[in-house]
Nanobody, 120 residues
Framework: QVQLVESGGGLVQAGGSLRLSCAVSGCIFSIKTMGWYRQAPGKQRELVAA???????NYADSVKGRFTISRDYAKNTVYLQMNSLKSEDTAVYYC??????????????WGQGTQVTVSS
């Protein structure tokens, strides 16, 4: 059973920083794309940042220059460093990973979500 466990959310003032982590565990053969999505109240879930298996990042326009996604292949972990946070970044952040398990079945998995609240 593949699981994604997130950590690092919280309350921060505007202009501050937070770092989110997401660790993938279970019977894993390989991990392809890993990324972060967010969902604010009353809005649809949206992509924040993603990285391919080769490490190529992709960012939403709204976070370019402020957020950085990185990946630790040895730990099967993806990070999201969030700087210069704004009130509009307030949302529940979800980790996402495309994982091939030990049976070579590929599925997309989601974390449980972590709340990020930016006070102005």
């Amino acid at each position: 059973q593949v699981q994604l466990v997130e950590s690092g959310g919280g309350l921060v003032q505007a202009g501050g920083s937070l770092r989110l982590s997401c660790a993938v565990s279970g019977c894993i053969f390989s991990i392809k794309t890993m990324g972060w999505y967010r969902q604010a109240p009353g809005k649809q879930r949206e992509l924040v940042a993603a990285t391919t298996s080769g490490g190529t990042p992709n960012y939403a326009d709204s976070v370019k220059g402020r957020f950085t996604i990185s990946r630790d292949y040895a730990k099967n972990t993806v990070y999201l460093q969030m700087n210069s946070l704004k009130s509009e970044d307030t949302a529940v952040y979800y980790c996402n990973a495309e994982v091939s398990d030990c049976y070579f079945l590929t599925n997309t998995y989601w974390g449980q979500g972590t709340q990020v609240t930016v006070s102005s």
